[in-house]
């Protein structure tokens, strides 16, 4: 939907903004097929239908209702009356208390549920009933909730949510370069022969995923969805993209086929030319991920062609900011939410005149910062890329079909199933009718999906 606004179809876009609206409405109504429901007991929301355990063992909410407050962020930065208290606000706010409460005196949800400020990241099982402690598979759809939370609180003027989610989407940032991604080489035993884990557990990491030993999902599921909001901080540790994608291919037998797309995007975020070449090569004859589609994987990779590989080595005075380095040519991009005209600054010194409600791209004023290095090994083709965007409604995963080709490698963390005896299985459904306390407009729907995951028609 920005695209479509920054180039000027302003149809596309308002028909796009109808099909968000019309989605998270029907989730947020209570009495249809697709609902929300509010559990006294466990004081949690559950959409129903349920999906991985997301009602009997309260596994995931973080995963799948980030989707939800995303789209519901995009769709306040272009209706800021939808994104009202009176209006739909309201049942956002909801999801956001159940998933990442900001309050400690909150007696409906709890504090920040899943996240562990000691870690550094969340937890997925809702009842970390494993020999080997609770765990994390999908880190990066943790990150995508806290870019939400940085995106909605920057459309709605909710300066707290805004820096909470900032503080969240940084701190979970490090956690996974190190603990997933072994960003510095530092954290995985030298007897454990892999670059990335898919999953981490209480206990250690496991080269593994909960459906699949397939290399291409394991190296991809810490990445997706790919979106301009939570992706870009893969980034900053561009040697670790570079020796997992190495890795992919040496477990893989040759190049990402299943996740191609997936894996092309993150390889962009370190070496666009790279990507953009195998997307010449090879776009013509695949079938998109789930949630992603090739207009969406196009876009991204000749953005990135064109602008450069994000600039962690800078940072902008507002969030919703990022830089860009091609050479020794940084690029600048700014979203500015406010009614008024700003100027973003960035720590080289350079700045951004950024307009109302409007996205600026360009190459900085001012400021006597160096230019940078050139990135070793970064290509520098092609200039006909689109501008970089400002953030659009992330891509949902579903997972496929499991592909037995090699057996999955731990380090300490055994492969169990993720059932559990935990007591909190027989609660699931005793709240259903029950309205959260200081609730929202109806008892919230639950775009959970079939897999608590909306679906991405919109994008």
């Known amino acids: 939907m920005p695209l479509a606004d920054q180039i000027g179809e302003g149809a596309v876009r308002d028909k796009l903004l109808g099909l968000i609206k019309g989605r998270l409405q029907e989730w947020f109504t209570a009495g249809s097929a697709n609902e929300f429901s509010y559990d006294r007991t466990w004081k949690t929301l559950t959409g129903y239908p349920a999906s991985y355990g997301s009602d009997t063992e309260l596994n995931d909410h973080h995963f799948h209702y980030g989707y939800y407050v995303y789209a519901a962020a995009i769709v306040a930065q272009y209706d800021p009356n939808w994104a009202a208290d009176s209006a739909w606000g309201t049942m956002v706010k909801t999801l956001v208390r159940d998933t990442a409460n900001p309050s400690r005196t909150d007696g409906a949800f709890p504090f920040l549920r899943g996240f562990d400020v000691y870690a550094g990241h969340s937890w997925a099982s809702g009842h970390r009933g494993f020999a080997a402690g609770n765990n994390q598979e999908s880190s990066s759809e943790s990150t995508n909730l806290s870019a939400a939370l940085v995106l909605w609180g920057s459309a709605t003027g909710d300066t707290s949510l805004r820096d909470l989610g900032t503080y969240l989407l940084t701190t979970e940032a490090e956690a996974v370069a190190q603990y997933w991604f072994d960003a510095d080489q530092q954290v995985f035993p030298g007897s454990f022969q892999h670059d990335t884990v898919g999953m981490v ?4 990491g496991a080269y593994s995923t909960w459906w699949t030993a397939n290399p291409e999902e394991i190296h991809g599921i810490n990445v997706l969805p790919v979106t301009s909001g939570s992706s870009l901080q893969l980034g900053a540790r561009k040697d670790a993209i570079r020796r997992n994608i190495a890795e992919l291919e040496r477990e893989n037998g040759g190049p990402a086929v299943e996740w191609r797309d997936i894996l092309w995007e993150f ?15 090879g776009n013509a004859g695949y079938t998109p991920e789930a949630g992603e589609s090739k207009a969406h994987t196009y876009h991204w990779i000749t953005a990135l062609d064109a602008l450069g590989a994000p600039d962690a080595t800078v940072t902008g005075s507002i969030p919703t900011s990022a830089v860009f380095t091609k050479g020794t040519t940084r690029t600048y991009a700014a979203h500015n939410y406010g009614s008024t005209a700003r100027t973003v600054t960035f720590s080289d010194g350079k700045s951004l005149s950024v307009p109302a409600r409007s996205t600026a791209v360009g190459n900085g004023t001012a400021g006597p910062g ?22 659009r409604p992330p891509a949902p995963r579903r997972p496929t079909t499991p592909s037995p080709r090699r057996r999955a490698a731990t380090t300490t963390a055994p492969r169990t199933s993720r059932s559990s005896t935990s007591p909190r299985t027989s609660t699931a459904r005793s709240g259903r009718a029950v309205r959260p306390p200081s609730g929202s407009r109806s008892t919230p729907e639950r775009r959970s999906a079939s897999a608590s995951r909306p679906g991405s028609a919109t994008t």
């Open 201 to 204: 557990w209480g206990s250690g």
């Open 370 to 391: 160096p230019d940078p290095d050139p990135e070793p090994g970064t290509a520098t083709p092609s200039s006909s890329a689109p501008a970089a965007r400002s953030p």
């Open 267 to 281: 390889q962009s975020l370190a070496d666009p030319g790279a990507a953009k070449a195998k997307w010449d090569a």
